[in-house]
Antibody
């Protein structure tokens, strides 16, 4: 079965950092982009950025520059999202999702989501 | 950056109604447009990709059309399990932006 399994919920204080993992299984991990999507409470889906595990090419939305780090460990088919200098506005659900590198499809497999709460 | 808009932002439908949601891109995106369904408290699910291709396992009452800057998602006969928020997304580009969503509920 193809799946992406994310790490568990996080509770952090403002100013702290966190890292969320997303482990792929059942497919060739390096043949698919991994994107990260944020959903703040009661709001819509926001695409944050993506990484190509085959060459570590990264792209993300400009407001996140310096705040977000994307990486992968291909030896364990896992992608990571690191958020630095957390604020309350980082509270929300974070999803990883895959899209085939040279494919026509959208995000066909999603992680289960990681709930992040930032509160003093 | 290409911006995505959706209309309406919400709608109420009766079981069996035909529902159409529109997605517009501020610049042409070819056919690189996907539709997702997100039921309350659930993970988003891919419904349509390449503007009109039905994802495997998705009921045939869902269909997509359009190209470049205007796209539509149609539910031919709304069922109770279709109560959800629907998002369009442009992909296969540097930034893979979602639309703001259309919430569908029961009348």
């Amino acid at each position: 079965e193809v799946q992406l399994v994310q790490s568990g919920p996080e509770v952090k204080k403002p100013g702290e950092s966190l890292r969320i993992s997303c482990k792929g299984s059942g497919y060739n991990f390096t043949n698919y982009w991994i994107s990260w999507v944020r959903q703040m409470p009661g709001k819509g889906l926001e695409w944050m950025g993506k990484i190509d595990p085959s060459d570590s090419y990264i792209n993300f939305i400009p407001p996140l520059k310096g705040h977000v780090t994307l990486s992968t460990d291909n030896s364990i088919s896992t992608a990571y999202l690191q958020l630095n200098s957390l604020t309350a506005s980082d509270t929300g659900v974070y999803y990883c999702a895959r899209r085939r590198t040279y494919g026509l499809e959208g995000f066909d497999v999603w992680g289960q989501g990681t709930v992040v709460t930032v509160s003093s | 950056d290409i911006q995505m808009t959706q209309s309406p932002s919400s709608l109420s439908a009766s079981i069996g109604d035909r529902v159409t949601i529109t997605c517009r891109a501020s610049q042409g995106v070819g056919n690189d447009l996907a539709w997702y369904q997100q039921r309350p408290g659930k993970v988003p699910r891919l419904l349509i990709y390449a503007a009109s291709t039905l994802q495997s396992g998705v009921p045939s009452r869902f269909s997509g059309s359009g190209s470049e800057t205007e796209f539509t998602l149609t539910i031919s006969s709304v069922q109770p399990e279709d109560i959800a928020t629907y998002y369009c997304q442009k992909y296969n580009s540097a930034r893979e932006t979602f639309g703001p969503g259309t919430k569908v509920d029961l009348k």
